[in-house]
């Protein structure tokens, strides 16, 4: 088939060689070019799939699909074209011609309208290839969510793959279009003697504005399905009243609290999955890259979807990035798009009407205290924290502030991890002293995509930058809770260990199975409450939510908060009685419920729960 292709397009492109060009007899001009035009044609289309598309294993026709013949003789013909134009222009049967300078208002009016329709429609297609490239499947809630937060703080190696990426290449793009729109020559074609104009002023106009029309229609077609931007119309316009049904308010739920309150120190580690593990653990990697936290792991309490090997939840709609992982954990619910001018942190308030960890920490009497690599003002994190336990902050502002880092330090998001343990340290020796159960919230950042922070201390065991960083940073994560297993405090202390997200790091898992199922880390630590079922579970990160309180010792009446159901329980999950795709597709619908209930910044955060009782 792939033969009877290739000699079509020698037909088609000879035989218009030979009207164009004929010097002589049909017999043997006309077969001779066709001929040379199906070798010359061909091997250039097959370079132009192999070397500049990069289109894997050409020659296995199998492995491409039924159209895969229709698009190599659309590209053959286009390759084929070019060949023939260039041919025309060394014969001197197509010639170029200086056109005057005059011209009409209207086709001025034209060439900008096309250029900017043009720019637009590469921007569209440039910034999708990049956002699928840089994130992958970033979901349509994590991008209206981040447009109407706070953004200050971000990684500047995000900020430069962007304009390496989409604004350099819609640039040139746009640079090359507009050198076409306005050129000053036009096209001729001799015919024996005769010389026609072929492609004019005029005509060069209605081509660009139909490349400009095409390119924009394509590209906000392309960036729609991508992602997923469908989504958004059910976000707006529909009303599911799922998480109306289904949420339990802590506000009404008894909560029995021991009477010797523990210390509680929850650890979220950026982007690290199961994934990172060999294969007999659960993972894909050939070796194990984080053998320091498995051992670890041995002393704990890990949920598992596997049923003797390391697992995670899945990652539910809402719950895909760093902020709404927070949310998620922090508070039982996903992060959803804000409807109505309602904001997350722009306005000082974040979630006014849902109840966070540690809004009920903080009615127990705990010292709080969030820490970040970055500044926290990024995604409305400041407004989250102090609206939900009235948090003391150290990010990267505080810390600049505190002097301990000097005034123009800036290392990846803003401080490195290996300054972020020894910082935690010393919040922790304080908070000890304090004389009151506290509570210590942090993240880690090295292990953040592109590629993660490359520290001095790293060591190249694995051959890959991110490989190598996510040891390391891991490693380093385990010297750190090995501190606190030594202090004073960590016989009253629960340590909760949990990755945020799905790693964003694209490079890193191309090779990877789409059917194998990643899942984030998880590990609880010196908990006073054993699980009843810890594998081959089903559930999501909301459900760490109730999880977390009840590896506190606290008591849950009907084990469920929220949204979330405590896994130590061993009851059954919203994932696992409806199913991970009906939740899923409940949670992308607009829920008046969670608008007004939760978002809208009329409602108070403040938080008494009058059912909280004592042992």
């Not at 170029?96 to 009409?104: A, G, L, N, P």
């Not at 001018?341 to 960890?357: D, E, H, Q, R, T």
């Not at 159960?437 to 520290?455: I, Q, V």
């Not at 880390?521 to 594998?535: D, G, Q």
Request: with cysteine.
């Amino acid at each position: 088939m792939l033969i009877l292709c290739c000699l079509l397009v020698g037909l088609l492109i000879g035989g218009a060689e030979y009207w164009l060009l004929r010097r002589g007899k049909w017999f043997p001009d006309l077969p001779d070019r066709i001929f040379k035009d199906t070798v010359i044609v061909n091997l250039l289309t097959i370079a132009v799939m192999k070397y500049l598309l990069k289109i894997p294993n050409v020659f296995y026709i199998s492995r491409h699909g039924p159209l895969y013949f229709l698009k190599y003789i659309c590209l053959a013909l286009c390759v084929g074209l070019v060949v023939l134009f260039v041919k025309c222009i060394l014969e001197g049967v197509l010639f170029y011609e200086h056109e005057d300078k005059k011209q009409k208002a209207g086709i001025t009016v034209g060439r900008v309208v096309s250029i900017l329709l043009f720019a637009l429609g590469a921007a569209a297609f440039t910034a999708t290839i990049w956002g699928k490239r840089t994130f992958g499947d970033i979901t349509p809630d994590q991008f209206l969510v981040n447009l109407k937060s706070p953004i200050v703080g971000t990684s500047s190696d995000v900020v430069v793959t962007a304009f390496e990426g989409p604004v350099f290449e819609t640039a040139v793009l746009t640079m090359l279009f507009s050198i076409f729109v306005c050129s000053a020559y036009r096209l001729l074609c001799r015919r024996g003697q005769q010389v026609h104009v072929i492609f004019g002023r005029i005509a060069r106009l209605v081509v660009s504005i139909v490349i400009s029309v095409a390119v924009l229609c394509g590209g906000v077609a392309y960036g729609f399905e991508k992602f997923q931007l469908m989504d958004v119309y059910h976000a707006y316009v529909s009303d599911s009243s799922y998480i109306k049904d289904n949420y339990v308010s802590p506000r009404d739920v008894k909560m029995v609290f021991p009477k010797n309150k523990r210390n509680l120190i929850h650890i979220y580690l950026e982007s690290v999955e199961t994934t990172y593990l060999s294969r007999e653990q659960g993972g894909y990697m050939k070796t194990n890259l984080m053998p320091e936290l498995t051992e670890l792991a041995k002393e704990g309490v890990s949920f598992s979807h596997n049923k003797d090997k390391f697992g995670g939840p899945n990652q539910t709609v809402g719950s895909s990035w760093s902020v709404a992982s927070m949310v998620n954990m922090e508070m039982g619910l996903p992060l959803k798009i804000p409807m109505d001018g309602n904001s997350y942190g722009k306005s000082g308030k974040f979630l006014p009407g849902a109840v966070a960890i540690g809004d009920i920490l903080k009615a127990q009497g705990y010292e709080q205290t969030i820490m970040f690599g970055a500044d926290s003002d990024f995604g409305g994190l400041t407004a989250f924290f102090q609206n939900h336990g009235d948090f003391n902050f150290m990010d990267y502002k505080a810390v600049k502030a505190k002097g301990l880092i000097p005034k123009d330090y800036k290392v990846w998001w803003g401080y490195e991890d290996d300054k972020l343990y020894e910082f935690a340290k010393d919040e922790l020796t304080r908070l000890s002293k304090t004389g009151k159960p506290f509570y210590l919230d942090m993240e880690t950042a090295d292990t953040h995509f592109p590629d993660g922070y490359l520290s001095p201390h790293v060591k190249n065991k694995h051959g890959n930058q991110y490989a190598n960083v996510i040891s390391y940073s891991t490693a380093e994560t385990v010297k750190f809770i090995r501190w606190i297993q030594q202090q004073d405090f960590y016989k009253n202390t629960t340590i909760v260990l949990t990755g945020d997200h799905w790693s964003m790091d694209q490079k890193f898992f191309r090779n990877v199975d789409k059917g194998y199922r990643r899942a984030t880390f998880n590990l609880f630590l010196n908990a006073p409450v054993e699980a009843k079922k810890p594998f081959e579970r089903e559930f999501a990160p909301f459900d760490f939510y109730p999880t977390i309180l009840a590896s506190l010792g606290v008591q849950i009446n009907g084990e469920r908060l929220a949204l979330g159901t405590n896994l130590f329980s061993g009851v059954p999950t919203l994932v696992e009685r409806d199913g991970l795709e009906k939740v899923n597709q409940e949670l992308k619908e607009r829920s008046n419920f969670y608008n007004d209930k939760f978002i809208s910044e009329r409602k108070n955060s403040t938080f008494k729960n009058t059912n909280v009782t004592y042992e």
